[in-house]
């Protein structure tokens, strides 16, 4: 049998070719080497899905940073995970990512279109930085994000009804929005003075975009604390004309360590002040009519107040009045039946030497001559058309509350301000409120504002004129003010909530973002009902020692329920330090106050600044520093005579002359304290 098969070029070659059949052993080969490509396909497959994994790897890492489709983690210099935070709106689409030098982005997640990046930014040899935006393209839906905040102690964010140092957290919350509250009256909320920024015992630190709605939440079971971007359900807006888009965008740095890090931070992202307020302000004592009289002011109580302070011989740097000097809240003119003649007290006080502030505050209540004059004129914040202006309880009644967004709003009540000082000479005011849990939740400004705190920072911005006496108690944005802030009132009583506990932890948490200007409040508490520790309407006598003497070493003195309310040996103590703090507090505070116009480091800081490595340290909220060289150690306890004290490595000599060099941290056990004393120790 013959078979044509094709030759070259040249046409075909016929050969005798004898045809064979395969023998039926060979088969099996066969069969075998079909499954032998099978798996040799397969494999060059395999290796091909791992190489393109592990450029995947690759290309999902920036320096110290690796991101995974459900979050990313952060290394420090050493390989240590210092940071972890994880996507709760979603899960990124890996495919979708791209890396182009430092930066990572990625469009969209498993279910939809977003705009997501990450880049690396390294602004200086001993910090690296992070920013991170994830916005969404579809209105209305959340951004969510959850940092784990076990790998250290965490400072910062807000002040709070009950104050700890570090940061603990109790409890689930989910996130609600973060903005200015009157904690006094809504101890769950946040505090008057806050920042979105947070810092940690590993050196990381996180500061939220001004432009971020932003909510927090947190579950202590979870370990975690919800960053949260959203416009439903919110008291945020979007800009006029903006398609509600939720953004979360922010900066994560990591420093060498803890003091290191906030000094970068602060530098680069908060307002400072342009000035220091008046030095007399920070070497002699304000006092205030408020705990003493509340509302029960009159003409004859504010001089015999006056001449009691000289009759026991101490100093006044300001006499604030305050509470119910009007007959209706809203109008800037002296009740004359409790005033007869305010003229002539204002003349008496000056030939004393006393300067006067006013306590003030932004509501105008229905039944105030003004409320008419103000909803003529639109000067009030109004509902959510802007058609009706929107009526706000506060705790002196109901009212509409000024817009300080409103040019004409702002010069209305700034010319109110300038006649009090004109016609009586008064030196400053008091500014009190301020905070947006006084606002409608849906309400309209003159000015659009997208945040409802920036409401807060109009406020504070009306203390300007008078930023040399001027006293604030809600801050936002509002570090460049340039005057003095105060936390919310304390109770008279012992513990963390609004007593003598909090003071630490409240000032430190201040100072931390970005306050320097420190006003305690008052010496003691306010003496509320119900609201304070002993059996009399005043607080408990042991009590108001260890206050004084805590408050001697921070940055501002204020008195109410002044020391002869009680007995010569309390007047004695007072005299001694008030003496003190002109003397040793004082004048290093100014120091320090200079320099925070250049730097914004804080006045009172917490012991970890100058022990950056030292776990204890971390979380001491009993003790604290004036600058480096100063460490004040306060008995916070009732019934005490003694406390333990932690001093950090260095050279140290106490108040009572000891000195202590020692190049270990050193713990003292039950260190003596007397009623009359307060342990402080100077570097040396």
């Given at each position: 049998m013959y078979q044509v098969v094709p030759g070259g070029a040249g046409g075909t070659i016929t050969d005798v070719i004898p045809k064979q059949k395969h023998r039926k052993d060979t088969r099996p080969l066969v069969g075998a080497g079909v499954i032998g490509l099978v798996l040799v396909i397969a494999a060059v497959t395999a290796w091909c899905y791992y190489i393109a994994s592990l450029r995947k790897a690759e290309l999902l890492k920036t320096e110290l940073l690796d991101l995974n489709k459900d979050g990313y983690i952060i290394r420090n210099q050493g390989g240590s995970i210092v940071f972890r935070m994880d996507f709760r709106s979603g899960t990124l689409d890996l495919d979708s990512c791209s890396k182009e030098g430092e930066m990572l982005s990625c469009g969209s997640t498993t279910d939809r279109k977003l705009n997501f990046f990450i880049e690396t930014v390294r602004p200086k040899d001993t910090v690296q930085c992070y920013r991170v935006r994830w916005e969404e393209l579809v209105p209305d839906i959340p951004v969510e994000h959850a940092m784990t905040y076990t790998f250290a102690h965490w400072y910062g964010g807000a002040v709070s009804a009950i104050q700890h140092w570090p940061i603990s957290i109790n409890g689930q919350q989910a996130p609600k929005p973060f903005v200015t509250s009157d904690i006094y009256s809504n101890r769950n909320e946040f505090g008057g003075i806050l920042e979105s920024y947070w810092l940690s015992s590993n050196a990381t630190a996180i500061k939220i975009n001004n432009s971020v709605p932003f909510h927090l939440g947190w579950n202590d079971t979870e370990k975690t604390m919800s960053f949260q971007a959203r416009y439903n359900d919110s008291p945020f807006k979007p800009n006029p004309g903006e398609v509600p888009c939720a953004e979360l965008s922010y900066r994560v740095c990591v420093g060498l360590d803890v003091t290191s890090i906030h000094k970068y931070m602060v530098r680069r992202y908060f307002n400072k002040p342009n000035k220091v307020p008046a030095k007399v302000m920070f070497r002699h004592p304000i006092w205030s009519t408020w705990a003493l009289h509340k509302t029960d002011i009159d003409q004859e109580k504010v001089l015999t107040y006056a001449a009691n302070i000289r009759k026991y011989?101490?100093?006044c740097s300001l006499l604030e009045l305050d509470d119910r000097y009007t007959s209706r809240y809203g109008e800037f003119e002296f009740d004359q039946t409790k005033f007869p003649n305010a003229?002539?007290?204002?003349?008496?006080?000056?030939?004393?030497?006393?300067?006067?502030?006013?306590?003030?505050?932004?509501f105008v209540n229905y039944d105030s001559a003004n409320f008419h004059t103000c909803v003529e004129r639109g000067l009030f914040v109004r509902e959510p058309t802007g058609q009706l202006p929107a009526l706000v309880r506060w705790w002196n009644g109901?009212?509409?509350i000024v817009d300080f967004t409103n040019p004409e709003a702002r010069d209305w009540f700034s010319s109110q301000l300038r006649s009090l000082r004109s016609r009586y000479g008064v030196s400053s005011f008091k500014f009190d409120a301020g905070e947006t849990n006084y606002l409608p939740w849906k309400f309209s400004t003159r000015t659009p504002i997208r945040d409802p705190s920036l409401f807060t920072r109009h406020y504070t911005e009306m203390a300007i004129p008078y930023?040399?006496?001027?006293?604030?108690?809600?801050?936002y944005q509002s570090q460049?003010?340039?005057?003095?802030?105060?936390?919310?009132?304390?109770?008279?009583?012992?513990?963390?909530?609004?007593g003598l506990k909090s003071l630490i932890p409240t000032v430190l948490t201040i100072s931390i973002l970005g306050y320097q200007f420190i006003l305690p409040d008052m010496i003691g508490g306010n003496a509320y009902l119900n609201r304070t520790d002993g059996k009399s309407v005043l607080p408990d006598r042991e009590l108001y020692i260890r206050w004084l003497e805590l408050t001697a070493f921070m940055p501002s003195m204020q008195f109410s329920i002044p020391p002869w309310a009680y007995d010569n040996e309390v007047v004695e103590i007072a005299?001694?330090?008030?003496?003190?703090?002109?003397?040793?507090?004082?004048?290093?505070?100014?120091?320090?106050?200079?320099?925070?116009?250049?730097?914004?480091?804080?006045?009172?800081?917490?012991l970890w600044w100058i022990a950056t490595g030292d776990e204890t340290a971390y979380k001491i909220d009993s003790q604290?520093?004036?600058?480096?060289?100063?460490?004040?150690?306060?008995?916070?306890?009732?019934?005490?005579?003694?406390?333990?004290?932690?001093?950090?490595?260095?050279?140290?000599?106490?108040?009572?002359?000891?000195?202590?060099?020692?190049?270990?941290?050193?713990h003292l056990t039950d260190y003596p304290v007397d009623l009359d004393e307060i342990a402080y120790f100077l570097w040396v």
């Open positions: 011989k101490f100093n003229s002539s007290m204002f003349q008496r006080l000056k030939a004393d030497g006393f300067l006067v502030s006013l306590w003030i505050h932004p109901i009212g509409g930023n040399d006496r001027a006293e604030l108690r809600s801050g460049n003010i340039s005057c003095f802030f105060r936390p919310i009132d304390r109770d008279s009583v012992w513990g963390y909530e609004l005299r001694k330090y008030t003496a003190l703090h002109e003397r040793i507090v004082a004048p290093r505070v100014l120091e320090l106050a200079g320099e925070v116009l250049d730097t914004g480091d804080p006045i009172i800081r917490p604290f520093l004036i600058g480096d060289d100063l460490m004040v150690a306060p008995v916070l306890e009732p019934g005490k005579q003694e406390r333990d004290i932690y001093l950090p490595a260095g050279h140290w000599r106490s108040y009572k002359g000891e000195r202590f060099d020692i190049k270990e941290p050193l």
